[in-house]
C-alpha cells in the first residue's frame, strides 16, 4: 500500500517509462526509408508541378522531448510526405531542428532542410564546396506547406559530431582536430561560425564538415591573437560539457603550440589531419556508426540556451560540478538514478538539472521561463516533489522503508530527497535554486557570485520585486 501523500503530489503524473521504440530521427528508430519513387506530376498548369511541397503524413510517429533536439515547439509535423526534386517521399521522418531549421530525413543519405525565411546557408556552402569542410548541396528551392512558403535545400547526410562523442567518447582524438581544421578553413575564407558548438559538425565518409553555417558570414580574417578570444575559447568550453576538461587540455595545448600565426597553425594542423586519415582504424570506427540504432537522449534544453551562456560561467559550471563525481550518476533502465558503470556528460547532467526543475515549475508557475518563487511557493513545490517519491525513489531503497517507524521514515526520505536533487548536478543548493528561478545565463551568474544559496534567493527576489515596481 502505498504511503500516503499530499494532495499536491498525488496529482502528479506517473514516471515516464523509456518509450518504445518509435521512429524519432537521429539517434533513434526509424522507419526505413521506403517509398522514395519518382512520380507522375499532378495535373496542374504550367510550372507548379516543379514546385517542391510537403504536407504532415496520416502516419505521424510523435518524438519525446528527449529525443527532440530543440526546446523551441516544432512548428512543421514530425512525419511529412513531400515532393522534391521531381520525387515522391512518403512518410519521411524528423531527424532535427534549432532555432530557425526543420531538418528530415529523405535518404539514408539526403537530409531535407527547412526554413520559414530564406537561408544564405545552402549559396555559402555551394560556393565552398571545394574546401572539403561543408556538406554538399544537392539541390535548393522554395517549398510549399499549405498556404505557407518555406525555404529549403537537400544536403548530404552527416553524422553530428555530439552524437558521436556521446556513443563514443573516444572519438575526440578525430572529431575536435576535425571540427578545429574546418573553422580555419572557413576562416580563410571569411566565414566564422556564429554557434561553434560540436552539434554544428558532423562526419561524412571520414571528414569532419560544417553543417549549419550559422550568420557571420564575409568576416574580416583575424590574427591568431583574436581568433583564440573570440571563436576557440567558446568553442573549448562548449566542447568541454560533452568532453572531460583533462582530456580537452591535450587539444587546447596542441592548438597553442601549432603555430604564431594562423597561416602556420592551419598548415600544422592540416598535416596533423592527414595524418589522422591515414590511421584507417580511426576512421572506420567513425564510418560504422549507425545512429539510427542509437539509445542516447539528446540534450534539447541544453542545446536551447548553450550560446547564450557567459563562456567563464559554463567553464566554472561544467569544471566545479558537472564532471565531479555526479556524473557517475544517471538514469538506469527502469528510469530510475543510480551509480552507472561509465560517466554521463556534462551536457546531460546540465539538462537533467534543467529538464527536471523546469518541469517542477511548469505545474506551479504561470509563466515557467520567468516566474520568481517566494519561500512559500518553494516549499509547496518541494513537498510536492520529495512526497511524490514513487517517481524518483530507487526501488530497492523504497523496498526497505516498510518497517521503519514514521520518524524513520520521513529521516530516510528527507535523506534520499537530498541525494536525488545532489545527484543531478553535484549541488543540492543549485538544484533549489533553479526551482526559485528558471535556469538561464543571468541567473546562473547571481548562483556563481552570491556566497550562498539564501543570498542567491534574496537577490533574484528582490530584483523581481523592483522590475514589477517599475
Not at 2 to 9: H, L
Not at 112 to 123: A, G, I, W, Y
Not at 291 to 299: D, Q
Not at 374 to 381: F, G, P, W
Request: one cysteine or more; aromatic letters at 8%.
Amino acid at each position: 500500500m502505498k504511503r500516503v501523500m499530499s494532495s499536491a503530489a498525488s496529482s502528479s503524473s506517473a514516471r515516464a517509462r523509456p518509450p518504445a521504440a518509435v521512429s524519432t530521427g537521429v539517434g533513434s528508430a526509424e522507419q526505413p526509408a521506403t517509398s522514395l519513387r519518382s512520380a507522375e506530376p499532378p495535373a496542374v498548369i504550367g510550372d507548379i508541378a516543379a514546385k517542391w511541397t510537403i504536407s504532415a503524413s496520416l502516419d505521424q510517429v510523435e518524438v519525446p522531448k528527449n529525443m527532440q533536439t530543440h526546446e523551441r515547439p516544432m512548428p512543421l509535423p514530425f512525419t511529412i510526405n513531400a515532393w522534391i526534386m521531381g520525387k515522391f517521399f512518403e512518410r519521411r521522418q524528423y531527424l532535427g531542428h534549432g532555432k530557425s531549421k526543420v531538418c528530415y530525413r529523405l535518404t539514408d543519405k539526403l537530409v531535407l532542410k527547412l526554413r520559414d525565411q530564406r537561408d544564405p546557408e545552402p549559396d555559402l556552402f555551394r560556393q565552398l564546396q571545394a574546401t572539403g569542410v561543408y556538406t554538399k548541396v544537392h539541390a535548393s528551392a522554395q517549398c510549399q506547406f499549405g498556404h505557407e512558403t518555406w525555404h529549403a535545400w537537400v544536403v548530404e547526410r552527416a553524422k553530428p559530431l555530439d552524437q558521436i562523442l556521446k556513443d563514443y567518447p573516444a572519438a575526440s582524438n578525430v572529431c575536435i582536430p576535425g571540427a578545429v581544421r574546418a573553422m580555419l578553413i572557413a576562416h580563410l575564407y571569411n566565414h566564422i561560425l556564429s554557434d561553434n558548438a560540436l552539434f554544428n559538425f558532423g562526419m561524412v565518409d571520414g571528414n569532419v564538415v560544417i553543417i549549419d553555417a550559422g550568420s557571420r558570414y564575409g568576416q574580416p580574417q583575424l590574427s591568431k591573437l583574436r581568433f583564440t578570444k573570440k571563436v576557440m575559447t567558446p568553442f573549448w568550453i562548449k566542447a568541454q560539457t560533452l568532453i572531460h576538461p583533462a582530456t580537452l587540455k591535450c587539444y587546447r595545448q596542441e592548438w597553442h603550440v601549432a603555430g604564431d600565426d594562423m597561416a602556420t597553425t592551419l598548415q600544422t594542423l592540416e598535416t596533423r589531419w592527414q595524418e589522422l586519415r591515414s590511421e584507417r582504424r580511426h576512421l572506420s570506427v567513425l564510418n560504422s556508426l549507425d545512429e539510427r540504432n542509437s539509445t542516447t537522449a539528446k540534450c534539447p534544453h541544453v542545446t536551447s540556451v548553450i550560446d547564450s551562456l557567459d563562456t567563464d560561467a559554463l567553464d566554472w559550471l561544467t569544471q566545479t560540478y558537472l564532471w565531479g563525481e555526479v556524473a557517475e550518476y544517471g538514469p538506469s533502465s527502469d528510469g530510475y538514478t543510480r551509480r552507472q558503470d561509465s560517466n554521463y556528460t556534462a551536457a546531460h547532467k546540465l539538462e537533467q538539472l534543467i529538464s527536471e526543475t523546469h518541469g517542477q515549475r511548469v505545474h506551479h508557475c504561470n509563466n515557467p521561463a520567468e516566474d520568481i518563487l517566494d519561500e512559500a511557493e518553494l516549499k509547496v513545490i518541494l513537498d510536492a516533489w520529495k512526497n511524490d517519491y514513487e517517481q524518483w525513489m530507487r526501488p530497492e531503497i523504497l523496498n526497505k522503508t516498510w518497517s521503519m517507524t514514521a520518524q524513520q521514515w520521513h529521516q530516510t526520505l528527507r535523506r534520499a530527497f537530498r541525494s536525488h536533487l545532489f545527484q543531478m548536478v553535484g549541488s543540492y543548493e543549485m538544484a533549489i535554486f533553479f526551482v526559485v528561478a528558471p535556469f538561464n545565463n543571468e541567473n546562473l551568474l547571481v548562483f556563481r557570485h552570491c556566497d550562498n544559496l539564501e543570498e542567491s534567493k534574496a537577490y533574484v527576489r528582490k530584483k523581481n520585486a523592483n522590475t514589477r515596481q517599475a
